[in-house]
């Protein structure tokens, strides 16, 4: 089975897009795929997903993917899903093969219920229509009234980015739990076991991770959850190969071929 890496990034900083990536972080150089490579290991695939709200990200990101080697299999862009034109926006991002997905910056939208307003509504018919896939990048904030898209869209792939950052740092595991096993059990939508290490505190263990990857297992079940490493925010909490090698850990072996490719080359349709 084909090992994916269903969730990382690359950027340049002078492309001026990056907002969040403030001179005092570790990351606030310029990533690239001559970067990620030789930290991939048995991973020949990846999913390269959107860290700017700009249109010229979703161009930069189709560029990378273009001239990657066949390394990057799908994007995940930004439109705005908000502007009168996102319908027909969105008709045209879903021509280009490589493009998959694409993810509003929700946790950085002051207003939880942003994604449920009218004029968002029209964006979300035609990704579902275009058949392209839908990441939700959301806090447990969010947990309470993400799920009305299901209702509204039920033709629409979801997935769930980073398991909707928990508390990790705090072992909350409530009211995350609670929710997420709802979602779990009402949408049949899907999950990235990706995000955590970051959510945790500085001096992490893999004992601090285990309730949550263990009660995403019970919820939502191996063939609905796929493993990302977030490169390279990651590495504010951790590297790539301690990451991958925790989840290995936490991960029953008999679901690595699912977690760690089988779901992403589904879902994405890689």
């Not at 249109?55 to 560029?63: D, I, K, Q, R």
């Not at 009305?148 to 792939?157: G, K, N, T």
């Amino acid at each position: 089975m084909m090992r994916v890496d269903a969730h990382h990034h690359v950027w340049t900083i002078a492309r001026g897009d990056y907002g969040w990536l403030t001179p005092d972080l570790s990351i606030a150089r310029d990533f690239g795929l001559d970067d990620l490579r030789p930290l991939l290991g048995d991973i020949t695939a990846t999913v390269l997903v959107q860290a700017a709200d700009t249109e010229a990200e979703t161009a930069f990101m189709l560029e990378v993917a273009r001239g990657s080697r066949g390394l990057v299999r799908g994007v995940v862009g930004w439109t705005d899903l908000a502007s009168p034109g996102a319908a027909d926006r969105i008709a045209e991002l879903a021509a280009e093969p490589l493009l998959k997905g694409l993810r509003p910056m929700l946790q950085d939208i002051d207003d939880t219920a942003w994604i449920l307003r009218s004029a968002v509504q029209p964006a979300l018919t035609a990704v579902a229509h275009h058949g392209l896939r839908f990441d939700a990048l959301i806090k447990p904030r969010h947990l309470p009234i993400i799920g009305e898209l299901a209702q509204r869209y039920p033709d629409l792939p979801v997935v769930i980015d980073h398991a909707a950052k928990p508390d990790i740092a705090n072992g909350a595991l409530r009211p995350w739990a609670d929710h997420m096993a709802r979602l779990a059990r009402e949408t049949p939508w899907y999950c990235k076991v990706s995000g955590l290490v970051t959510e945790a505190r500085a001096e992490w263990e893999i004992d601090d991770l285990r309730p949550y990857i263990d009660h995403l297992l019970a919820t939502f079940g191996p063939d609905r959850l796929m493993w990302g490493s977030d490169w390279p925010v990651v590495t504010l909490a951790s590297n790539y190969r301690r990451w991958r090698d925790a989840a290995a850990t936490l991960l029953p072996p008999e679901t690595h071929d699912v977690i760690l490719g089988g779901t992403a080359i589904r879902f994405y349709g890689l």
